[in-house]
């Protein structure tokens, strides 16, 4: 686990998107696992901004959705959708051919996270992983809790979940979510873990005790061996 301070979010999402373009150059095939809100914006701007002036060529690279919201429409602005769509789809031009992700509106859990699953192992293992972190320690949609399913599956939202800026300034409801397990997360070449935002201390204390915590879905990362956390100073004086 390296471990990088940085001061404020333009210095985390310059860093970020510094990765994000060796990864491309490095594997234009690659696959990205998308994280979305308000952590990792800045560094997908950045992003797209460098490949529109450098003309990096994206014309492979895939991206696979992290997480979802269930029961809201794709449309809405409060969906993962919606924000992967605005962010970098268009921006990027990447059509559905080149984009795995969970339907919001799939009642059918079984079959809409078999068929992701096995989206990605056709695709590969995930090359670039960007993670965010919540509240209250979750990855993705992989909740606190006694026990963690390690698979990619439906899941009941944590409370403070429940209250993410997406859901609550778009005033849109949800109580389940899609996510990725664990197991497809800890697969990935590389993982980019930002730790930014209001409301972040205690979560990131927990995850600083490097100690594995299915409280603290986060702390899992400390497993995995290829992993970058960026910890933005601005937000957690830790
Ligand atoms: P945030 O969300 O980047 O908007 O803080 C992270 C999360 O809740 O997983």
Redesign the pocket.
């Known amino acids: 686990m390296k471990l990088i301070r940085v001061k404020d979010d333009a210095e985390m999402s310059a860093a970020v998107c510094d990765r994000l373009v060796c990864c491309l150059k490095k594997k234009p095939t690659a696959l990205f696992c998308i994280?979305t809100?308000?952590?990792?914006t800045g560094a997908y701007a950045a992003f797209v901004k460098r490949v529109q002036e450098e003309k990096l060529d994206t014309s492979q690279m895939k991206i696979l959705k992290l997480d979802e919201w269930c029961g809201l429409e794709k449309e809405n602005p409060a969906t993962c959708e919606s924000y992967i769509q605005t962010h970098l789809l268009r921006p990027l031009q990447i059509g559905e051919d080149r984009y795995i992700s969970f339907d919001p509106l799939e009642t059918n859990a079984d079959s809409e996270c078999r068929r992701i699953s096995d989206l990605i192992a056709e695709t590969g293992n995930i090359d670039c992983c960007i993670l965010?972190?919540?509240?209250n320690g979750?990855l993705g949609l992989n909740e606190p809790g006694k026990t963690i399913n390690p698979f990619t599956r439906k899941v009941t939202l944590d409370a403070r979940?429940k209250t993410?800026?997406?859901l609550k300034e778009n005033k849109s409801e949800a109580t389940q979510g899609y996510t990725l397990g664990l197991k497809e997360l800890l697969a990935s070449e590389e993982i980019l873990f930002l730790i930014?935002?209001a409301e972040k201390e205690d979560a990131c204390r927990a995850f600083l005790r490097q100690e594995i915590n299915t409280e603290i879905p986060a702390t899992f990362l400390w497993l995995h061996g290829n992993t970058t956390a960026f910890l933005n100073q601005e937000d957690l004086e830790i």
Do not use: E, V, W, Y
């Not at 809100?37 to 990792?40: A, L, N, R, V």
């Not at 965010?132 to 509240?135: A, D, Y």
């Open positions: 994280a809100g308000g952590s990792p965010g972190i919540g509240k979750h979940t993410h800026a997406m930014s935002g």
